[in-house]
């Protein structure tokens, strides 16, 4: 089967600066592990994955517009759901959740989704705005500690937080297009719009925010999914990421706006829109996703 690509050949290692770690990475068609300096130790074939998780029984949890999934490291596929629209994109977000069950972010209806291990739909709410189809509904979407849900409303340029009930108690405007949000344990939330990454605080007012133009020399675009590190340094990926071979395909950042370091390697992946740092033995690192 097609899904049975074996620990891939390795392109040529382009890291500067010390990760500390591996990384759990998706790059144009495929969701990988590399090692610190940028080898490919292990990849699955996906479609465009914007969402990718390292689960504690070793397991990937992604999602790729197409499907959300969960492979072993052996490539068998141990849950996956299908969204029955896929017209614009039909998943983009995914969430393992603490009681086995899996959140979904279906772009292509902009509804978020609990789905139990058996793939059957146990919650299901409908988000506005949403069109039917629509390329742009919604990108990432996360389940709080309180029991709410922040979505990404990209193509609105909107975060917001909602009830189970669909209440709205949180909502911000974005300057560009909304990719991921973070709540942070300081109850701000990172946000991150391509050009920059943003942090509100609890009433909506910018506390912080990290420009692609802040580190000279270091070409940076369109900064997507995001890390967020117990000492607060970040690690985001790039969309579109290189441009005449000049790019970043992943960085960590640290919150005084220093750069910790940065893959450089279009060979690897045109695009690196999901990123999750790993320890040595390529266990997922505390912090918020």
Known sequence: MAWLWAAALCSA???????????????????????SKGEVEWEHPTALTHDAWMLGNSNVLFADGAT???????????????????????????????????????????????????????FELQTQPATLGAHHNMRMVRKLKNGNYLVCHSGAHLVKEYTPKGGVVLELKTPNLAFAAIRTAKGTTLVSTLDKLIEFD????????????????????????????????????????????????????????????????PKLAGTMMAVQKLDAAGKAMAGER
């Not at 086995?100 to 146990?122: A, C, R, Y």
């Open 13 to 35: 290692a382009e890291i500067s600066g010390e990760v500390g770690g591996k990384l759990l990475a998706a790059g144009d068609h495929r969701v990988m592990i590399l090692s």
């Open 68 to 122: 959300v999934a969960e492979v072993t490291p052996d490539h068998k596929v141990v849950f996956q759901y299908k969204s029955p629209e896929q017209k614009g994109g039909g998943t983009f977000s995914c969430q393992r959740l603490d009681n086995g069950n899996t959140l979904i972010g279906e772009n292509s209806t902009g509804k978020v989704l609990e789905v139990n291990p058996d793939g059957k739909v146990v």
């Open 202 to 265: 609890a009433a909506g007012k910018v506390v912080w925010e990290f420009a692609n133009t802040d580190i000279p020399g270091v070409k940076i675009t369109n900064m997507t999914g995001m890390h967020l590190l117990p000492n607060g340094n970040i690690v985001t990926g790039c969309y579109r990421a290189y441009e005449k071979g000049e790019g970043t395909g992943l960085l960590e950042i640290t919150r005084e706006r220093k750069l910790v370091w940065r893959l450089s390697n």
